[in-house]
């Protein structure tokens, strides 16, 4: 029943006074060992799909999205600029992180607010680079490497929002007056999904740009070609 109820915890909700308990057999918090899980069940989801990604990258009617320079990420300020924010936003729930180790309230309070408002501007400024797009003629459904753009985007834009919901509710049980070690383990459970999350946003930043010639590399790699 122990490890059943490991799997089914939600570590992006906080919980009660009680969270902050940790299991009788080795010391990591329940909340953590489902976020492990969590994270791993992504990992498989988004590498699966990477798969599918290359295998496809081969046929001829797909147009990779740089290469040549007309291509909209043959340079690419906008994603550049949307992973600064990212960076930003990690950083700031790293502090928030470090915050509660140093048993100060005011800094977990602006890390979380910081990194929950640059994780929705990074949400915005995806939508914007979708809209950059469909603008310039790449629609959904127009060629592959665009569907895939959109689907890998639009998954990992998903999890943030999900990760901003966890911290506004965090945010919310301080203000109403939790102390930080009741709030302690969702805030590193936290802190973790964006670390996890900027490293898959790099991951889909390196796909996402290279030119056909890589992808073909890439999928002989994998034995993919």
């Known amino acids: 029943m122990k490890g059943f109820s490991a799997l089914t915890e939600k570590p992006w909700l906080a919980t ?3 969270a902050i308990a940790y299991d009788a057999s080795g010391g990591t918090p329940l909340a953590q060992i489902a976020l492990r899980f969590l994270l791993m ?3 498989i989801a988004f590498v699966l799909i990477f798969v599918t990604f290359l295998t496809r ?3 001829p009617d797909f ?5 040549e320079p007309w291509l909209p990420f043959n340079q690419s300020p906008r994603l550049w600029a949307t992973t600064a924010v990212l960076v ?3 950083a700031a729930m790293h502090w928030a992180w470090h915050s509660v180790k140093s048993q100060k309230p005011d800094g977990v309070m602006l890390g979380i607010s910081v990194g929950g408002f640059l994780a929705l501007v990074f949400i915005m400024a995806q939508w914007t680079t979708w809209n950059y797009l469909a603008n310039l003629g790449y629609g ?4 592959p490497a665009n569907s895939y753009f959109y689907l890998f985007t639009g998954l990992h834009a998903l999890h ?5 919901l966890a911290v506004v509710r965090v945010f919310i049980r301080i203000g109403q007056g939790c102390s930080i070690d009741q709030v302690a383990v969702a805030v590193k459970a936290c802190t973790t999904y964006w670390h996890y999350l900027l490293a898959l946003w790099l991951v889909l930043f390196f796909l996402l740009t290279r030119t056909p010639e890589a992808y073909a590399l890439l999928a002989a790699a994998c034995g993919l070609g």
């Open 16 to 18: 009660p006074d009680s």
């Open 41 to 43: 069940v992504i990992s």
């Open 57 to 59: 990258s081969q046929y």
């Open 63 to 67: 147009q990779a999205l740089a290469g």
């Open 88 to 90: 930003a936003a990690s």
């Open 140 to 143: 959904v459904s127009d060629n």
């Open 160 to 164: 943030l929002f999900g990760g901003v």
